[in-house]
């Protein structure tokens, strides 16, 4: 009776898939559904129940040494429209407010030290709902975005940094210097003969693959591919990023 009363509801994987299985639950019908149907419960995984929060999510990227808070990376996430919310894009500089990276920045800390996480890498992920950050997730683990970020924001070997943080007790920091722009090539399923034309500047791309699309993973998420761009503002990362997609050529097999 009392979960009627609390919808929405976030139903999230318990194994750490990414974004991946996540599903924003908004009456009791849908939640007996999603019991019951095998697109919900087929990720080997049991799942968490959490209260939903409209707003837009913020992740960090930090490390633990020997006792040392250090935050390395605020960065946005950009999640799909799709009825699984999974993560589609990936952006630095965080458009938070410096009050709400700050208040996320002090969470975090607390968290570490709650848990006593003397020594290691750790990544959390905040809604923010009129200016306040509400955490969702916290894990003493490296995040792959937050590396991927930092790498190319900072030019950078971020998992170099986190192996030294932990074997040899090294404090030093990351500077990140550029925006960036990491996001996930959004084309529907099919079989496709897809190629870059030449013009299309970026700093890592990965084309969607001509395949059909079978695999389990494949039918929750309609995304296979990403890019990579840089510049010395978000605003020229993105403009480098929307020229990859018009030199992408695209013909449905």
Not at 207 to 225: A, E, H, I, T, Y
Request: glycine share 6%; charged share 25%; aromatic share 12%.
């Amino acid at each position: 009776t009392s979960l009627r009363k609390n919808f929405p509801v976030v139903a999230k994987p318990a194994n750490g898939t990414g974004g991946i299985g996540i599903k924003v639950i908004q009456n009791w019908s849908q939640y007996k559904y999603f019991l019951d149907d095998i697109h919900y419960n087929d990720l080997d995984s049991r799942y968490i129940f959490q209260e939903y929060i409209d707003g837009p999510t913020v992740s960090v990227s930090g490390r633990m040494v020997n006792g040392k808070y250090i935050l390395d990376c605020i960065y946005d996430i950009e999640i799909s429209d799709l009825p699984f919310r999974a993560e589609t894009g990936f952006t630095w500089p965080s458009k938070s407010s410096v009050a709400v990276q700050c208040d996320i920045g002090n969470y975090c800390k607390i968290m570490c030290e709650s848990l006593d996480y003397k020594n290691g890498p750790f990544m959390a992920d905040f809604v923010v709902k009129d200016e306040v950050p509400y955490l969702v997730d916290f894990s003493p683990r490296l995040s792959t975005s937050g590396q991927t970020i930092i790498k190319y924001s900072a030019d950078c070997n971020y998992n170099r940094i986190i192996m030294d943080s932990i074997i040899s007790k090294s404090d030093i920091e990351v500077d990140l210097n550029k925006a960036v722009v990491y996001r996930y090539f959004n084309i529907e399923k099919g079989n496709y003969n897809i190629s870059m034309q030449d013009g299309a500047e970026y700093d890592e791309l990965q084309l969607p693959k001509s395949q059909q699309f079978l695999r389990r993973m494949d039918l929750l998420v309609g995304l296979n591919g990403y890019a990579i761009t840089t510049g010395k503002r978000l605003l020229d990362a993105e403009l480098k990023y929307k020229n990859v997609l018009a030199h992408i050529n695209i013909i449905k097999q």
